[in-house]
């Protein structure tokens, strides 16, 4: 495998993060690419404050959401193996939990691998739309001892018994962090930074709002407005979200964490954690169902696909809202992404999309979505029928197509659901009202145009 990043590889990868950051609005983005241990690749793109029009660099600190929890799990990895505490030990061990069943109690793995049997409980959302502004529940939710007693409210909500299946559960993170705090008798936030940040070099990642707020790389979080447009807004910080979301890091840093998760968990010779014990992190644990690379599962802090383009991948994404990041890394090719956003959210076609570069692939052959993603694009438009007596938009709304329609008489707007997803495909169906399908077709027309057949209607693209 070739150790450099061509030309060619930069081009398409910056023309698919360019295009990503149009298509969902995002201000600023800052990436970089690892192989065997080096950093490979490493750019910002777009504005880290969009009013002083300051730009992202691959320095810029970004709120990198839920991949924290990979942290969170490490240090009660380095717990485990120091003695101090048992994958095995009953959460209620070592704090008043009182979800589950007698018999068969909520464990510490149960909490790591989100196989607790309890369904999400909305706790990092009632934080963080507190601590953004953007809406008020009147949870009491302002220090530990409010967390625990809504915890331990939520008997009810009890879904499964442990290992029976998969629930994202945010709350047991909080939990894990909270083990972390009182096990070590150091802070959580502190340990962290001790035991994990230290060491890997990662002096400006933090979990403190001062920090955040005197370090002059930082990112301005935004919020997606309904419309589109972005409004600048805080990020949330919160000691409650620490263990599941409430880290801080630029690229530049995340790399050096990816580099000892691909190296047996040590960093320029020092050795955070028995690679025994990092191997369990990085397995799967936990079924989440089939996406589009095969199985999906979860092990500790990390999600796994099983099947890359023929190669296990271990990832997580993350989200503060108005901040996310993506980290992602193939074990045996050792190469691993690292990407970052301010706002809340940007997919996962640009990390797929590097780490398939890195490898040497087709991105539109051996990426289906994207192949899918530039036919579903080159169908939007406004078509029009004869004379203009019929118009509709078809305009890309997530994943469907969606045909608009708007007259003096009615208006309409109505998903066009795939026969199937595979790349070229032009024939779609509308679900009726009245129940049955009504088919769609686009086909090319006499005259080199896209043509619309809807029903009784041929309508022509305009001005393509």
Same mark, same amino acid.
Not at 341 to 349: A, Q
């Given at each position: 495998m070739k150790s450099e990043f061509s030309d060619e590889s930069r081009r398409k990868l910056e023309?698919?993060?360019?295009?990503?950051? /149009?298509? &969902?609005?995002?201000?600023?983005?800052?990436?970089a690419l690892v192989r065997d241990g080096e950093v490979m690749y490493a750019e910002g793109f777009g504005a880290r404050n969009?009013?002083?029009?300051?730009?992202?660099?691959?320095?810029?600190?970004?709120?990198?959401?839920?991949?924290?929890?990979?942290?969170?799990?490490?240090?009660?990895?380095?717990? &485990?193996?120091?003695?101090?505490?048992?994958?095995? %030990?009953?959460?209620?061990?070592?704090?008043?939990?009182?979800l589950g069943f007698e018999d068969d109690p909520v464990t510490l793995h149960h909490l790591l691998s989100m196989s607790s049997g309890i369904p999400s409980l909305g706790m990092a959302g009632i934080l963080i739309e507190r601590m953004t502004g953007v809406g008020e529940s009147w949870v009491p939710m302002t220090d530990m001892d409010d967390f625990l007693l809504f915890v331990n409210g939520a008997r009810e909500e009890v879904a499964a018994r442990p290992a029976q299946r998969y629930f994202y559960l945010n709350t047991g993170f909080t939990l894990l962090g909270e083990v972390v705090e009182r096990v070590s008798g150091t802070p959580y936030e502190d340990y962290v930074a001790e035991r994990i940040l230290r060491p890997l070099g990662m002096g400006r990642s933090t979990f403190e709002k001062e920090a955040f707020e005197k370090d002059p790389d930082a990112m301005t979080a935004y919020r997606k407005e309904k419309d589109g447009?972005?409004?600048?807004?805080?990020?949330?910080?919160?000691?409650?979200?620490?263990?599941?979301?409430?880290?801080?890091?630029?690229?530049? /840093?995340?790399?050096?964490?990816?580099?000892?998760?691909?190296?047996?968990?040590?960093?320029?010779? /020092?050795?955070?954690?028995?690679p025994g014990l990092l191997k369990e992190m990085h397995t799967g644990h936990t079924d989440r169902g089939t996406g589009v690379f095969g199985r999906n599962m979860y092990g500790y802090g990390w999600g796994i696909v099983e099947d890359f383009l023929g190669h296990e991948l271990v990832t997580h994404s993350g989200s503060t809202g108005v901040s996310s990041a993506i980290l992602g890394f193939i074990p045996d090719l050792k190469i691993g992404v690292a990407a970052a956003?301010?706002?809340?959210?940007?997919?996962?076609?640009i990390p797929?999309?590097?780490?398939?570069?890195?490898?040497?692939?087709?991105l539109e052959k %051996?990426?289906?979505?994207?192949? /899918?993603?530039?036919?579903?694009?080159?169908?939007?438009?406004?078509?029009?029928?004869?004379?203009?007596?019929?118009?509709?938009?078809?305009?890309?709304?997530?994943?469907?197509?969606?045909?608009?329609?708007?007259?003096?008489?009615?208006?309409?707007?109505?998903?066009?659901i795939p026969e199937n997803r595979a790349a070229g495909n032009r024939r779609f169906n509308v679900y009726l009202p009245e129940g049955g399908l009504m088919p769609i077709e686009f086909a090319e027309g006499l005259d080199g145009r896209v043509d619309l057949y809807m029903e009784r209607w041929r309508l022509y693209r305009k001005g393509k």
């Open positions: 023309t698919i993060i360019t295009g990503t950051m /149009e298509s &969902v609005h995002a201000p600023g983005l800052s990436i969009v009013e002083r029009n300051l730009p992202a660099t691959p320095n810029t600190l970004y709120g990198i959401g839920s991949c924290t929890k990979s942290f969170t799990a490490l240090a009660v990895m380095q717990l &485990v193996e120091e003695g101090k505490l048992d994958l095995s %030990d009953p959460v209620g061990k070592h704090l008043p939990f009182e447009s972005l409004t600048p807004t805080v990020h949330p910080f919160h000691r409650l979200i620490y263990g599941p979301g409430g880290l801080l890091s630029p690229v530049s /840093e995340l790399t050096n964490y990816l580099i000892m998760n691909m190296e047996g968990g040590a960093y320029e010779g /020092e050795r955070l954690v028995d956003s301010n706002i809340g959210g940007f997919g996962y076609v797929h999309a590097a780490l398939a570069l890195l490898m040497g692939k087709d %051996d990426i289906p979505y994207l192949a /899918e993603e530039k036919d579903l694009q080159g169908l939007t438009g406004e078509y029009e029928a004869y004379k203009g007596t019929n118009r509709v938009s078809v305009v890309k709304k997530g994943a469907l197509l969606f045909a608009e329609s708007k007259s003096r008489w009615s208006e309409s707007s109505l998903p066009l």
